[in-house]
Nanobody, 124 residues
């Protein structure tokens, strides 16, 4: 069992930055690829970024490529999402998720555990 707790969300002006964190419980964090997803009101949950369990491979949605950076610290059981040059369309609840596999996926149904989400609101 893995429990995930996101933090770092908030209200920011367009062009600003936020850093999300996702802390995982348990001793097997390094066994999981980790992903970030987001869900805006009235929309389906969408893929944002994923990082392999070693941290060596990352992959981003086109909408955030060049602006967001995913990273992880396996010693701290934490995955991060650095969000720069934020836009109003980035407004959503952001979720982290864990998949018991080497490499992540952009498909929500391939993840085993989910956090409760953290709200990010970008004002124009």
């Amino acid at each position: 069992q893995v429990q995930l707790v996101e933090s770092g969300g908030g209200l920011v002006q367009a062009g600003g930055s936020l850093r999300l964190s996702c802390a995982a419980s348990g001793r097997t964090f390094s066994s999981y690829a980790m992903g970030w997803f987001r869900q805006a009101p009235g929309k389906e949950r969408e893929f944002v970024a994923v990082i392999s369990r070693s941290g060596g491979l990352t992959y981003y949605a086109d909408s955030v490529k060049g602006r967001f950076i995913i990273s992880r610290d396996n010693a701290k059981n934490t995955v991060y999402l650095q969000m720069n040059s934020l836009k109003p369309e980035d407004t959503a609840v952001y979720y982290c998720a864990a998949a018991l596999r080497s490499y992540g996926s952009r498909n929500t149904n391939e993840y085993d555990y989910w956090g409760q989400g953290t709200q990010v609101t970008v004002s124009s």
